[in-house]
Nanobody, 127 residues
Framework: QVQLVESGGGLVQAGGSLRLSCAASGRTFSSRAMGWFRQSPGKEREFVAGISWSGGSTAFADSVKGRFTISRDNAKNTVYLQMNSLKPEDTAVYYC????????????????????WGQGTQVTVSS
């Protein structure tokens, strides 16, 4: 089992930055790809970014490429989402998720591939 707790959300002006953190419990964190998803009212939960178990490979949604980065610290069982140049359309609840498969390749981007979820953290970007 993997338990995930997100933090770092908040209110920021357009053009600003936030860094989200996701702390994981369990002994398999370093063996699992990790993803960040987001969901805004009335919309489906969508993939934002993912990182392989080793940190050597990443994937991003087109809408955040060049603005967001994802990283992980396996020694701390933590994955991060650095969000720069934030836009009002980035407003959503952001969720951290852990891959179902150990040592998977390539980085999974589908919601169904991530059975472990955190509770979410709200990010609000004002114009």
């Amino acid at each position: 089992q993997v338990q995930l707790v997100e933090s770092g959300g908040g209110l920021v002006q357009a053009g600003g930055s936030l860094r989200l953190s996701c702390a994981a419990s369990g002994r398999t964190f370093s063996s699992r790809a990790m993803g960040w998803f987001r969901q805004s009212p009335g919309k489906e939960r969508e993939f934002v970014a993912g990182i392989s178990w080793s940190g050597g490979s990443t994937a991003f949604a087109d809408s955040v490429k060049g603005r967001f980065t994802i990283s992980r610290d396996n020694a701390k069982n933590t994955v991060y989402l650095q969000m720069n140049s934030l836009k009002p359309e980035d407003t959503a609840v952001y969720y951290c998720a852990a891959d179902v498969t150990l040592f998977s390749w390539p980085v999974p981007t589908g919601r169904s591939e991530y059975p472990y979820w955190g509770q979410g953290t709200q990010v609000t970007v004002s114009s």
